[in-house]
Protein backbone atom coordinates (compact mmCIF):
# COMPACT_ATOMS: atom_id res chain seq x y z
CA UNK A 1 0.00 0.00 0.00
CA UNK A 2 2.69 2.41 0.51
CA UNK A 3 4.58 1.66 -2.05
CA UNK A 4 2.07 2.52 -4.41
CA UNK A 5 1.69 5.45 -3.10
CA UNK A 6 5.06 6.97 -3.21
CA UNK A 7 6.12 5.56 -6.10
CA UNK A 8 4.70 8.00 -8.46
CA UNK A 9 5.82 10.96 -6.68
CA UNK A 10 9.53 9.99 -7.43
CA UNK A 11 8.08 9.21 -11.29
CA UNK A 12 10.07 6.11 -10.82
CA UNK A 13 9.35 3.69 -13.87
CA UNK A 14 11.09 0.22 -14.33
CA UNK A 15 10.04 0.34 -18.27
CA UNK A 16 12.85 1.10 -20.37
CA UNK A 17 13.32 4.29 -22.11
CA UNK A 18 13.39 3.96 -26.01
CA UNK A 19 16.62 4.73 -27.83
CA UNK A 20 17.95 8.24 -29.12
CA UNK A 21 17.26 8.40 -32.83
CA UNK A 22 20.67 9.38 -34.86
CA UNK A 23 20.97 13.03 -35.01
CA UNK A 24 23.53 14.34 -38.30
CA UNK A 25 23.08 17.61 -37.27
CA UNK A 26 24.64 16.73 -33.51
CA UNK A 27 27.16 14.83 -35.21
CA UNK A 28 28.07 17.37 -38.00
CA UNK A 29 28.55 20.03 -34.97
CA UNK A 30 30.87 17.60 -33.09
CA UNK A 31 32.58 17.08 -36.11
CA UNK A 32 33.26 20.91 -36.19
CA UNK A 33 34.09 21.20 -32.54
CA UNK A 34 36.71 18.47 -33.32
CA UNK A 35 38.11 20.18 -36.24
CA UNK A 36 38.58 23.98 -34.32
CA UNK A 37 39.95 22.35 -31.78
CA UNK A 38 42.93 21.01 -33.76
CA UNK A 39 43.11 23.39 -36.72
CA UNK A 40 42.90 26.48 -34.70
CA UNK A 41 46.04 25.96 -32.35
CA UNK A 42 48.01 24.95 -35.61
CA UNK A 43 47.04 28.15 -36.92
CA UNK A 44 48.22 30.76 -34.84
CA UNK A 45 51.24 28.60 -34.29
CA UNK A 46 52.11 28.86 -37.94
CA UNK A 47 50.52 32.76 -38.37
CA UNK A 48 53.54 33.31 -35.46
CA UNK A 49 55.97 31.69 -37.64
CA UNK A 50 55.32 33.72 -40.36
CA UNK A 51 55.04 36.70 -39.22
CA UNK A 52 58.66 36.36 -37.49
CA UNK A 53 59.98 35.43 -40.72
CA UNK A 54 58.28 38.18 -42.73
CA UNK A 55 60.31 40.49 -40.37
CA UNK A 56 63.61 39.43 -41.45
CA UNK A 57 65.30 42.29 -43.95
CA UNK A 58 67.09 41.22 -46.72
CA UNK A 59 69.75 42.51 -44.90
CA UNK A 60 70.11 40.32 -42.07
CA UNK A 61 69.89 37.40 -44.72
CA UNK A 62 73.78 37.69 -45.04
CA UNK A 63 73.57 36.51 -40.76
CA UNK A 64 72.32 32.81 -42.06
CA UNK A 65 76.24 32.05 -41.87
CA UNK A 66 75.62 28.74 -44.45
CA UNK A 67 78.40 27.07 -46.29
CA UNK A 68 77.47 25.84 -50.17
CA UNK A 69 78.10 22.28 -48.53
CA UNK A 70 75.34 22.57 -47.20
CA UNK A 71 72.85 23.96 -49.95
CA UNK A 72 74.97 21.36 -51.93
CA UNK A 73 73.99 18.42 -49.37
CA UNK A 74 70.25 19.44 -49.82
CA UNK A 75 67.71 18.40 -52.90
CA UNK A 76 66.15 21.36 -52.48
CA UNK A 77 68.84 23.39 -52.20
CA UNK A 78 70.76 22.22 -54.81
CA UNK A 79 68.20 22.77 -57.07
CA UNK A 80 67.83 26.24 -56.19
CA UNK A 81 71.43 27.23 -56.65
CA UNK A 82 71.26 25.05 -59.79
CA UNK A 83 68.85 27.28 -61.03
CA UNK A 84 70.80 30.50 -59.74
CA UNK A 85 74.07 29.34 -62.04
CA UNK A 86 71.40 28.89 -65.07
CA UNK A 87 70.18 32.45 -64.72
CA UNK A 88 74.12 33.33 -64.57
CA UNK A 89 75.56 31.25 -67.13
CA UNK A 90 77.90 29.64 -65.58
CA UNK A 91 76.14 26.21 -65.04
CA UNK A 92 78.94 24.29 -66.05
CA UNK A 93 81.14 25.22 -62.53
CA UNK A 94 78.49 22.94 -60.50
CA UNK A 95 78.71 20.71 -63.56
CA UNK A 96 82.23 20.22 -63.32
CA UNK A 97 82.16 19.92 -60.05
CA UNK A 98 79.47 16.67 -60.07
CA UNK A 99 81.11 14.98 -62.87
CA UNK A 100 84.41 15.08 -60.72
CA UNK A 101 82.57 13.71 -57.51
CA UNK A 102 80.86 10.91 -59.84
CA UNK A 103 84.55 10.25 -61.76
CA UNK A 104 86.23 9.49 -58.53
CA UNK A 105 83.69 7.70 -57.14
CA UNK A 106 83.76 5.31 -59.83
CA UNK A 107 87.63 5.11 -59.84
CA UNK A 108 88.51 2.04 -58.23
CA UNK A 109 85.41 -0.14 -59.14
CA UNK A 110 86.63 0.86 -63.05
CA UNK A 111 89.08 -0.75 -64.94
CA UNK A 112 92.64 1.94 -65.32
CA UNK A 113 91.95 2.35 -69.18
CA UNK A 114 88.38 3.39 -69.28
CA UNK A 115 89.05 5.49 -65.96
CA UNK A 116 91.41 7.28 -68.32
CA UNK A 117 89.18 7.59 -71.02
CA UNK A 118 86.87 9.17 -69.04
CA UNK A 119 89.03 11.92 -67.33
CA UNK A 120 90.29 12.77 -70.86
CA UNK A 121 86.60 13.11 -71.74
CA UNK A 122 86.04 15.20 -68.71
CA UNK A 123 88.89 17.30 -69.33
CA UNK A 124 88.45 17.87 -73.53
CA UNK A 125 84.84 19.12 -72.06
CA UNK A 126 85.34 21.38 -69.50
CA UNK A 127 89.15 22.05 -69.57
CA UNK A 128 90.27 22.85 -73.17
CA UNK A 129 90.69 26.33 -74.27
CA UNK A 130 87.72 27.30 -76.03
CA UNK A 131 85.22 24.15 -75.41
CA UNK A 132 81.93 25.10 -74.91
CA UNK A 133 81.63 24.37 -70.92
CA UNK A 134 84.97 25.56 -70.39
CA UNK A 135 85.60 26.44 -66.55
CA UNK A 136 87.46 28.96 -65.29
CA UNK A 137 90.67 27.64 -63.66
CA UNK A 138 94.33 28.65 -63.35
CA UNK A 139 96.41 27.97 -66.15
CA UNK A 140 99.36 25.81 -64.05
CA UNK A 141 96.91 23.46 -63.00
CA UNK A 142 95.45 22.56 -66.20
CA UNK A 143 99.02 22.32 -67.73
CA UNK A 144 99.53 20.13 -65.10
CA UNK A 145 96.71 17.53 -65.08
CA UNK A 146 97.30 17.42 -69.31
CA UNK A 147 100.91 16.04 -68.12
CA UNK A 148 99.55 13.70 -66.18
CA UNK A 149 97.13 12.19 -68.59
CA UNK A 150 99.61 12.75 -72.03
CA UNK A 151 102.29 11.36 -69.58
CA UNK A 152 101.45 7.86 -71.82
CA UNK A 153 100.90 5.55 -68.52
CA UNK A 154 97.61 3.67 -68.70
CA UNK A 155 96.00 5.01 -65.08
CA UNK A 156 95.46 7.81 -63.66
CA UNK A 157 95.53 8.17 -60.07
CA UNK A 158 92.02 9.14 -57.92
CA UNK A 159 93.28 12.57 -57.14
CA UNK A 160 93.71 13.77 -60.43
CA UNK A 161 91.21 16.87 -60.62
CA UNK A 162 91.42 17.32 -56.55
CA UNK A 163 93.60 20.54 -56.75
CA UNK A 164 91.15 21.65 -60.15
CA UNK A 165 87.88 21.03 -58.63
CA UNK A 166 89.05 22.47 -55.41
CA UNK A 167 89.45 25.98 -57.15
CA UNK A 168 86.21 25.66 -58.96
CA UNK A 169 84.41 25.01 -55.63
CA UNK A 170 86.32 27.97 -54.15
CA UNK A 171 85.01 30.18 -57.15
CA UNK A 172 81.61 28.95 -56.61
CA UNK A 173 81.43 29.68 -52.52
CA UNK A 174 83.58 32.78 -52.74
CA UNK A 175 81.94 34.39 -55.92
CA UNK A 176 78.70 33.15 -57.40
CA UNK A 177 77.31 31.49 -53.58
CA UNK A 178 77.47 35.18 -52.27
CA UNK A 179 75.82 36.36 -54.82
CA UNK A 180 72.83 33.75 -54.99
CA UNK A 181 72.41 34.42 -51.01
CA UNK A 182 71.15 37.95 -52.12
CA UNK A 183 68.37 36.33 -54.34
CA UNK A 184 64.99 35.29 -54.16
CA UNK A 185 66.06 31.40 -54.67
CA UNK A 186 68.16 31.84 -50.90
CA UNK A 187 65.26 33.22 -49.56
CA UNK A 188 63.16 29.77 -50.71
CA UNK A 189 65.66 27.88 -49.53
CA UNK A 190 65.63 29.19 -46.13
CA UNK A 191 61.77 29.34 -45.99
CA UNK A 192 61.37 33.27 -46.04
CA UNK A 193 59.54 33.40 -49.23
CA UNK A 194 55.54 33.25 -48.64
CA UNK A 195 55.12 30.85 -51.31
CA UNK A 196 57.42 28.29 -49.91
CA UNK A 197 56.97 29.13 -45.95
CA UNK A 198 54.67 26.71 -44.94
CA UNK A 199 56.38 23.86 -46.51
CA UNK A 200 59.68 24.82 -44.31
CA UNK A 201 58.12 25.58 -41.53
CA UNK A 202 58.80 22.16 -40.64
CA UNK A 203 62.01 21.32 -42.01
CA UNK A 204 64.12 24.45 -40.95
CA UNK A 205 67.70 24.90 -41.87
CA UNK A 206 70.26 23.92 -38.91
CA UNK A 207 71.09 28.16 -39.07
CA UNK A 208 67.00 28.82 -38.50
CA UNK A 209 66.20 25.85 -36.29
CA UNK A 210 68.87 27.77 -33.60
CA UNK A 211 67.07 30.76 -34.13
CA UNK A 212 63.79 30.56 -33.89
Same mark, same amino acid.
Given at each position: ????????????????????????????????????? *????? !????????????????????????????????????????????????????????????????????????????????????????????? /????????????????????????????? !???? *????????????? !??????? *????????????????????? !? /??
Amino acid at each position: GLLSFFLPLFNFSFEKEPPVPFSFGVFADFAVLVFFI *YTVPL !QVYLSYKIGILKNIKGSEIEDYDIPLSEVLNSDVGARLFEEHLVNEVSLENLAFWRIVNTWREKHESTSSDISKIEAQNIYSRYLVAGSVFQV /NVSESLILKLRETLTSGTYSVPSNLFDEV !QTEV *YQLMSYDTFQRFK !QTDLFRQ *YLGLDEETTIAHTFTPSSKMS !Q /NL
